[in-house]
């Protein structure tokens, strides 16, 4: 009940494409959703996070989108770039401050 | 803004000794820390939980003899890892909640710690 599931594993998004990760949890005590960017050798960066009780988030060219019925939330990259090639968790918390991550998707975006 | 320190950002050793591994919140009190595993191409996986002052919640599975940890202070928590071996390896990365986890974030994430067992 604890887990996270995310999909793609790895994605690549030409340049200037719409990137779209999807994650589904269990917990219905989860009630606050962070999406994290992670490059090679460096910690997880708080990219953007959603609460249930809003159905989309916009922040520049990210976009979460929460469905709460379907416990399923995704994560929409507009006008991809090659700086925004990493690795993408999707996570969960819920009251004890600790994170439940997904399994993470790797995005390449390619010229 | 809030920031996490850790130190070493990359430590290799000879299989045996104990390597310790420190995380720092530079600009807040934490009374409690995170300590992750990560192995490569996989997602982090929490090994503990620090507090401050008293003992370290480990999860399921973590050997708490082997990752030893420390809180002493509202702004260090350490990770020691005894007697390492090869399958010990690992990224290892820590992180602080700043106490505001609606207003801001729910975590800060140091910058990790490679180990690499020889």
């Known amino acids: 009940q604890q887990q996270v599931k995310q999909s793609p594993q790895s994605l690549i998004v030409q340049k200037g494409g719409i990137s779209i990760i999807n994650c589904a949890y269990e917990n219905t005590a989860f009630d606050y959703f962070p999406w994290y960017q992670q490059f090679p050798g460096k910690g997880p960066a708080l990219l953007i996070a959603?609460?249930?009780?809003?159905s989309e988030k916009k922040e520049g060219r990210f976009t979460i989108s929460f469905n709460k019925s379907a416990k399923q939330f995704s994560l929409h990259i507009m006008d991809s770039q090659p700086g925004d090639s990493a690795t993408y968790f999707c996570?969960?918390?819920?009251?004890?401050?600790?994170?439940?991550f997904g399994t993470g998707t790797r995005l390449t975006i390619i010229p | 803004g809030a920031v996490v320190s850790q130190h070493p950002s990359w430590v290799i050793c000879k299989s045996g000794t104990s390597v310790k591994i420190e995380c720092r919140s530079l600009?807040?009190?934490?009374?409690?820390m995170f300590w992750y595993r990560q192995f490569p191409k996989q997602s982090l996986m929490l090994m503990a939980t620090s507090n401050e002052g008293s003992k370290a919640t480990y999860e399921q599975g973590v050997e708490k003899d082997k990752f030893l940890i420390n809180h002493a202070s509202l702004t260090l928590s350490t990770l020691t890892v005894t007697s390492a071996h090869p399958e010990d390896s690992s990224f290892y990365i820590c992180s602080a909640p700043p106490g505001d986890r609606y207003g801001n974030q729910p975590q800060h994430f140091g910058d990790g710690t490679r180990l690499s067992i020889l």
């Open positions: 600009d807040f009190q934490a009374t409690t």
């Open positions: 959603i609460r249930p009780d809003v």
């Open positions: 996570a969960a918390t819920g009251g004890n401050e600790k994170l439940t």
